[in-house]
């Protein structure tokens, strides 16, 4: 399944370097490298929203490095915490969406893609959303973050998640 995925990966990301190889963006001409980060993250965040949706605490937890940072300004709980304390703080959530408990959903916007074949940082808002499955949905989050990924093995890590701020739907809406 993971020769499917980095196959398909790959004809995406060559597809989308065909089609932009002399379109300016910001500026910028985008090379086939940076076409092939960017599918290849695009994925990443995709399989990151799937385990929240399905519940899925291992494969949530096989995003991060072992070694990960996750920074939060928002809140009360201001502070970096290990990623092993953050999961933690999180499986019961994981769990309870596993069992039907509740449903969760993310989504990922970004504003700024630095990087190169091995590093990026990226730079946006996520939306997150909890229903607690007797019909209470909460009202979407709307999160500015940061993160920071490293690539080992053709696998992309986050070695760093910084939640910065409260967003609004606004400043959502005007990302991609």
């Not at 500026?27 to 599918?39: H, Q, V, W």
């Not at 300004?73 to 092993?84: D, L, P, R, W, Y």
């Amino acid at each position: 399944m993971k020769k499917i995925k980095s196959f398909i990966t790959l004809i995406l990301a060559l597809s989308v370097t065909c089609a932009n190889a002399s379109n300016p963006k910001n500026g910028k001409i985008e090379t086939a490298n940076d076409s092939l980060r960017l599918a290849e993250l695009n994925n990443f965040w995709a399989e990151v929203s799937r385990t929240v949706k399905e519940g899925d605490f291992e494969g949530y937890k096989a995003t991060y490095h072992e070694d990960a940072v996750v920074v939060f300004t928002t809140g009360k709980n201001k502070g970096s915490v290990s990623i092993a304390k953050a999961l933690q703080n999180w499986k019961q959530g994981f769990m309870d969406t596993k069992t039907g408990k509740t449903q969760n959903n993310v989504e990922f916007r970004f504003s700024q893609r630095i990087g190169d074949e091995t590093t990026a940082h990226e730079t946006g808002i996520f939306a997150f959303q909890s229903n607690n499955g007797a019909g209470n949905a909460n009202q979407k989050q709307f999160v500015h973050f940061n993160a920071l990924l490293i690539k080992r093995d053709k696998t992309w890590f986050l070695v760093m998640e910084y939640q910065k701020s409260k967003a609004t739907e606004e400043e959502w809406n005007l990302l991609e």
